[in-house]
T-cell receptor, first 110, second 113 residues
Framework: GDSVTQTEGQVALSEEDFLTIHCNYS??????LFWYVQYPGEGPQFLFR?????EKGSSRGFEATYNKEATSFHLQKASVQESDSAVYYC?????????FGSGTKLTVEP | DMKVTQMPRYLIKRMGENVLLECGQD?????MYWYRQDPGLGLQLIYI???????SEGDIPKGYRVSRKKREHFSLILDSAKTNQTSVYFC????????????FGSGTRLLVI
């Protein structure tokens, strides 16, 4: 079935570092792709989505570009802050049900 | 205020006891979901509800059942809880249209001892 893979389980950075969290997908069709963020003690929150090739989604300084050829939707941020420490999930829908990757825990040191 | 509310936030139960997790939403969303979250496994879908009394199994339904008698309320029931059901449970809702995003609750942290 359709799925997403996040290769990094954990990422540790310092403030103002550049962030990349990798997400690759496997799908028979042309799915929309999502990023969610989960802060400690809370449920996941929708960050943004992209629905077609080369479309860029963005929110709160984070962005990702849908790359159909590479089957990727990597999350990036130019300069992370301590407040960005959270777990980030890539997701794709299959029959209106969202399937999530295993998540990447980002820790940003001051 | 658009939100999903889960009760209780924390729960400790003994093995074999029945467990009721409750979820409410104020957005009139048709579709609601129950997920569990375990370290390294991400979010796994337990059940999905398309509307009142219209429920379907997700990927890991064994040991769980659900009830949806009102559109705004979706319950998860564990009959005779097991220690391997210790987890964080999240409820979510969505309009149910293609590519719609989900609104999640803050979760219920269940410990079965």
């Amino acid at each position: 079935g359709d799925s997403v893979t996040q290769t990094e389980g954990q990422v540790a950075l310092s403030e103002e570092d550049f962030l990349t969290i990798h997400c690759n997908y496997s799908a028979s069709g042309y799915p929309a792709l999502f990023w969610y963020v989960q802060y400690p003690g809370e449920g996941p929150q929708f960050l943004f989505r992209a629905s077609r090739d080369k479309e860029k989604g963005s929110s709160r300084g984070f962005e990702a570009t849908y790359n159909k050829e590479a089957t990727s939707f990597h999350l990036q941020k130019a300069s992370v802050q301590e407040s960005d420490s959270a777990v980030y999930y890539c997701a794709l829908p299959n029959y209106n049900v969202l399937y999530f990757g295993s998540g990447t825990k980002l820790t940003v040191e001051p | 205020d658009m939100k999903v509310t889960q009760m209780p936030r924390y729960l400790i139960k003994r093995m074999g006891e029945n467990v009721l997790l409750e979820c409410g939403q104020d957005m009139s969303h048709e579709t609601m979901y129950w997920y569990r979250q375990d370290p390294g496994l991400g979010l796994q879908l337990i059940y999905i509800s398309y509307d009142v009394d219209s429920n379907s199994e997700g990927d890991i339904p064994k040991g769980y059942r659900v009830s949806r008698k009102k559109r705004e309320h979706f319950s998860l029931i564990l009959d005779s809880a097991k220690t391997n059901q210790t987890s964080v449970y999240f409820c979510a809702s969505s309009p149910g249209t293609a590519n719609s995003d989900y609104t999640f609750g803050s979760g219920t942290r269940l410990l079965v001892i």
